[in-house]
């Protein structure tokens, strides 16, 4: 059974950091796709960051690149997600999902960037930015 566990939720000030981890557990496969969704009250669950694990090959949102990093950290089957320069726009519940679904663009195997196409989700940690 697959299970995801989310931690490292909490509030913060705008312009600070937080990090974090997802825990995945039940998947046999080595490679898949990962990521990070957010939703804020009254409004649609949106793709914040993805990784294909056995590649590395990523993918960010728009609102947040260049201050959101996803890694994953093989041995311990965790994806973080490091939020520098936080924002009250950031405010929102933050989900992980997995798939075992990639994409294939003309350079390589990217991850999937829609919530539908993903399979397996966790209970969510709530980030707070105040301004």
């Known amino acids: ?3 995801l566990v989310e931690s490292g939720g909490g509030a913060v000030q ?11 557990s039940g998947y046999t496969f080595s490679t898949t796709s990962m990521g990070w969704f957010r939703q804020a009250p009254g409004k649609e669950r949106e793709g914040v960051a993805a990784i294909v694990t056995g590649y590395g090959s ?25 939020m520098n320069s936080l924002k009250p726009e950031d405010t ?5 999902a997995a798939t075992l679904t990639t994409r294939f663009s003309g350079t390589g195997y990217v991850p999937p960037r829609r919530p539908y196409e ?5 209970q969510g940690t709530q980030v707070t930015v105040s301004s």
């Open 1 to 3: 059974q697959v299970q």
């Open 92 to 96: 929102a519940m933050y989900y992980c």
């Open 14 to 24: 705008a312009g600070g950091s937080l990090r974090l981890s997802c825990a995945a």
């Open 58 to 82: 990523t993918y960010y949102g728009d609102s947040v690149k260049g201050r959101f990093t996803i890694s994953h950290d093989k041995a311990k089957n965790t994806v973080y997600l490091q």
């Open 118 to 122: 993903y399979t397996d989700w966790g």
